[in-house]
């Protein structure tokens, strides 16, 4: 399977990275809008092919599906183009501003017979595999503190007077949608849909979110998320049970999730997997999913993301935090 990327950034070598460990999935082509750009990025991963027309570059036959990692507020725009063209598409989080430009694209996706996947890739890890076998030996859950908060370099530009894409409304950003969906997925993937949610952002200048905490209630408990841009945290993430309690470091990774019993604290260390890029576990699913042509499998991961964009979407609106491919 040939792919290609929209995006230059670090996160694009991060997925190309973890795609040289995935069997018969080969980068082909890379796209960016200025072609000194583009070669660059070509030549340092060692393809021929590259485009600075997305339309050109979704009518080639040199690509079966592409990864990307463009602005936000470009997602839905670039998807549709690829999905016309009959490619697969996968496109990264937060995969698009709101739902109605998630009911557009995966109708687009339909109509053309091809699959369209967020690049959610801490919920496709063995570690959060592990995480979700182990709600069992945890009793009632009662509570849980998720967070992802991390100073971001460029909040130091925004502070200097620069609007820096993630910290615009004009490119959806904003902390909720950047690091927050991260905590919310795995919440979603846990418990499902919550029953209410409510949020109470740190509101940027710029009219979106600089730090948030979002409270999920759910039957018998409460999950609260933390996200923030502008701080740092160094806190464990926890679920809490009325028989124990599970731990973790880190929204986006899961590493080292381990079982405190109560009431003897002992501690046991849930089955885990090291690696350095866990993207990989997402494409080795994407990948698998298309090819056996898994329709249940692509049914799930289509309503998990449409809970946490619907969830984090509301949250905006609570908040008066408008994105500006909403206002046209």
Known sequence: MKFGTVGTSWITDA??????????????AVYSRRED????????????HYFTDVEEMANSGEIDCVYLASPNSFHYEHAVTF????????????????TKEWEEAYQIAEENNVYLFEA??????PNFASLKESIKHIGQVRSTSLQLVQYSSRYDKYLNGEQPNIFTAEFSGGALVDLGVYPLSV???????PEKAAYYPGMLDSGVDGNGTLILTYDGFTCTILCSKRSNSFNSCEIHGEEGTLIFEGAGEIDNPR??????KEEVALESVDTDN??????????SIIGSRDDAAYLDLKNQSYTVLSITEKARKQNGIVFGTEKN
């Open 15 to 28: 997925f190309i990275g973890a795609a040289e460990e995935v069997n018969d999935f080969t980068l082909a």
């Open 37 to 48: 750009k583009a070669k660059e990025f070509a030549d340092k991963h060692g393809v021929k």
């Open 83 to 98: 999905l016309k063209n009959k490619k697969h598409v996968i496109c990264e989080k937060p995969i698009f501003s709101n």
């Open 120 to 125: 959610m890739r801490n919920i496709h890890s």
């Open 187 to 193: 919440t979603v993937g846990l418990f499902g849909e």
């Open 259 to 264: 079982l405190i019993k109560t009431p003897s």
């Open 278 to 287: 866990n993207m990989v576990y997402e494409i080795e699913r994407f990948k």
